[in-house]
């Protein structure tokens, strides 16, 4: 994005106005009063309550009905839960690449194609939910809300040339990007203004008396967010703040360490004998649900021993192995074996 393009739009989100030009006319969406977004909170638990006595599915039994239909299945849920986790792990690793220009452009290739497939998913997965109850009373809420905040010459406009629901379809397109708010958030104009506004006590917006908009509020949250980066004891390079996916990898770093210290905190607090502490190896009992957190708790090391005792379990035709049989305890007790021998001849 050019410097201009970022001030043009930077002026858009600080004014809380969506300007839209059609056929000679300017129309302008204003964001909300607190009494219009009540109104508009009211419109829609109405119309979902009278699509729901209309017995017109909600979210949940719609998706049961896909499943039923065969238009949504459990093989559909895991491809999206695995495209997940593939573009969580690309984006460690792009951060890992981070030095190696080469390979870090590889796996974003990687990155993009996953997003695509994962978005073509979901929109499969939320082909029909315009039919439902969520989906009606939020398309109700949004057509009093553009109803009522839309004026032509600073009067009401009563959507004769322009429908409402062009209207409604241009504003809803006009809703920035993640990487687009990202990107204005770390760069100039907005960095400036985002610094100076506390101790100049100058307005950052010009809706004051309205609701944040929508690209207001994500500006704020990632501005605040990068706020918190610079004051990380681990803050990374500002090349890789100026990366989103590089950045996305350094968080999800963060995520897993954070979860494994407080999952291994939770454990020792919940652990009173002191020999089970102080354990080399420790077997939990753990629900599906608390699988995953566990297993995080053990190094590369530790996971890459659970796989091999697991693969050594699945071969042992007998059903039955014991601790020796597993290879991590062959090479300890080898490594035994060689300290002992090098004791008694001297090396």
Known sequence: MKQHEREYFISCVRSGIFFLRYRGLTLKVHSPTIEQDIEACRVYNDAYDEAYLDEVMDEGEMFEWMEYKGLWTEEDESRVEGLEKDIEKCKIEIYRARNNSAQREHIRKYIRAGEEQELEMMLKKN?????????????????????????????????????????????????????????????????SLWVVSDKARSSLFYNNDRELTLDQKNLIIWSKMYDN??????????????????????????????????????????????????SPEIFVMTTKEDKSRVENMNDIGGRMTIKQREAAMRQNESGVTTQNEFLDEKLKLQRAANRQYKGKFGG
Do not use: H
Not at 142 to 168: H, M, P, R
Not at 237 to 266: P, Y
């Open 127 to 191: 082909q029909y939910r315009a039919n439902t109850c969520e989906g009606m009373a939020e398309q109700a809420k949004w057509e009093y809300i553009i109803k009522n905040c839309t004026t032509l010459n600073g009067e009401l406009y009563n959507f004769q040339d322009a429908s409402l629901d062009y209207v409604l379809s241009c504003f809803r397109s006009s809703i920035l990007s993640e990487g687009e708010i990202r990107e204005l958030a770390r760069s100039e104009p907005w960095k």
């Open 229 to 278: 980066i610079q004051e990380s004891l681990e803050c990374p390079n500002d090349d890789v703040i100026d990366d989103n996916d590089m950045l996305d990898g350094w968080f999800i770093i963060q995520r897993k360490k954070r979860e494994k210290e407080k999952a291994e905190a939770e454990f020792e607090s919940g652990t009173k004998n002191e020999k089970i502490k102080n």
